[in-house]
Structures are given as C-alpha cells and as structure tokens.
C-alpha cells in the first residue's frame, strides 16, 4: 500500500514539473504575422521578408510609429529585401544581395534606407555607417485606411517596379529599376557560339527591345529551317512588319495560316487565324 501511494505522489509531481512545458507549447495567433515573398524580376528576382503589425485602433505615423525616427519598418525582427541582380533603388546603384530595410518616416517627406546589417532585431543596433543607400520619397494619403502594414511590388514591368510600403492611410513608392541588357547581349553572344543556339529566344529579344530587327529575322529563318510551325511563321511576320517589309511580312503570315488548319487546340487554332489575319490587315495585304 505504501509504495503504491508513493508511485501516485511520484506521477503527481511529474505531472506537475512538466506542466509549464505543455504550457510553453501553446500556438497564438501572431500578432504581427511574419511574411515572405519572392518574385521574378527582370533576369532574377526580388525577395521580401517582414512582419505586418496591425492599427488595433491606434493612430500610426505621428503616434504609434514617431516622425523623425529610424523605424524597422514593419515588426519584430528587421525588414529584409534580397536583389538577385544589381538594380537602381530610387536612381541609386545598389549591388545583389540582401539588405536590411528601414525607414524614417516624415510627414512630407520619408527616408528610405538600405543597411547591410541584416542580423538586427527591430532598430535598436541601427548603424548609419552600414547604410548602403538612402533615398526620399513623398508619402501619399489614401482614403481607405489599411489595417496591417504591407510591402508590395507595383508597376511592375520586365525591367523596372515600385516597391510600395503601405499602412494606415500612407503610402509611400520608391522605383527600382534593372538594366540587363549588357548582361543579356553577352548571354546572346557567347550562347551562339555553341552547338544549342538560342535563334528564337535570341531574335525575341531584339524585337522586344528594338535591335537590329534584320539580325532577328536571320536567326529566326534558322528556327524555321530546323522546325516550321505556325508559330515561327507568326513572329517572322512580326519582325519583318517591325523591318517595314510587308511583303515578306504578309508572306509568313499566310504561311502560319496554312499551318495553323492542322492545330488540334480550337482555341490555340482560331487565336493564331486571328492573330493573323491582324496582321495581314496591318500590312495591308489580303488572305
């Protein structure tokens, strides 16, 4: 009887000591819910990680987050960006890497920094000295008040985005901008001196960004000697109206319908004969 009342007491006590362990396990909703974000961006990317505190009723700049301040610019640990390529961050060169993101904000004008420090917890350790950039912004008032901080890629374009902070009724947009295209050419000219050339990819870039449009119809003769499809003819049509040669021009359109009559997609099918018949419209020829 007694070891058995000492075995009960034995599992109360553990029961006991190992409470506050359970407790520790607990989940709670997050108050500033951390978030993480990576999008495509010219030839790499822009990743953000942050944390989105909440008004809960509080009136934010003036009050909650001061003027004249450095601020985390978010929550909790600080505001991280990674560039996967070197960018222009408000007109100012800024090599790839990650940064981390503060702010001092201002009723008619914000400070937006970027520090090399990316170990810091909120903005006590704030050193201006690993400041890599520091651009201005004007802040803009919305009408609609929004709830939870946010961070977000506007605008965006191949080679160029706003990157806008937003909470309460203030927004405030800072552009970034990418220039590949040194890059790119290099890509192109070293790429073509192997046995897997890129002639489409090639000639798309030169039409995208208005080079030589005479170079981009060779390479993309080669695409159609190894492998004519509606699709070739199509873009050949393209860039030979970019070059001004509507006969040509009209020529490869037909050739893409004829082509295209034994495409087994309906949708693909008609959208190629509209495609088309555009741009025989354009050039001025008929069917």
């Known amino acids: 009887m007694k070891s058995i009342l000492t075995l009960c007491l034995a599992g109360c006590l553990c029961s006991l000591a190992t409470a506050p362990l359970q407790a520790q396990q607990l989940r709670l909703p997050a108050m500033s819910p951390t978030v993480h974000t990576r999008e495509d961006f010219s030839t790499s990317y822009i990743e953000m990680v942050y944390a989105r505190p909440s008004k809960r009723g509080r009136d934010v700049f003036g009050k909650l987050v001061p003027y004249g301040e450095v601020w985390r610019t978010g929550a909790n640990s600080s505001t991280?960006?990674?560039f996967g390529e070197e960018v222009k961050f408000g007109g100012q060169v800024v090599p790839a890497g990650t940064y981390a993101l503060f702010t001092i904000p201002d009723p008619k004008e914000w400070t937006i920094i970027l520090n090399k420090d990316t170990s810091q917890w909120g903005a006590y350790d704030y050193r201006p000295e690993l400041d890599q950039v520091r651009v201005t912004a004007k802040p803009r008032t919305s009408n609609t008040a929004m709830e939870s901080f946010s961070m977000v890629l506007e605008?965006?374009?191949?080679?160029?985005?706003?990157?806008?902070?937003?909470?309460?009724?203030?927004?405030?947009?800072v552009p970034i901008v990418a220039d590949p295209d040194a890059r790119i050419m290099a890509q192109i000219q070293e790429a073509m001196k192997t046995d897997r050339k890129p002639y489409f990819a090639a000639a798309q870039y030169y039409y995208s960004t208005d080079k030589d449009i005479n170079q981009a119809v060779a390479w993309l003769d080669e695409v159609i000697k190894q492998q004519?499809?509606?699709?070739?003819?199509?873009?050949?049509?393209k860039m030979l109206q970019k070059a001004n040669r509507k006969d040509e021009a009209a020529e490869a359109a037909r050739q893409s319908l004829a082509l295209v009559k034994n495409e087994q997609n309906e949708r693909t099918k008609d959208e190629y004969t509209r495609l088309n018949e555009q741009l025989l419209k354009e050039v001025g020829k008929k069917r």
């Open 80 to 82: 991280r960006i990674k």
């Open 155 to 173: 605008n965006l374009q191949p080679e160029a985005a706003d990157l806008t902070i937003r909470w309460d009724k203030t927004r405030v947009s």
């Open 228 to 237: 004519p499809s509606y699709y070739t003819y199509y873009w050949k049509g």
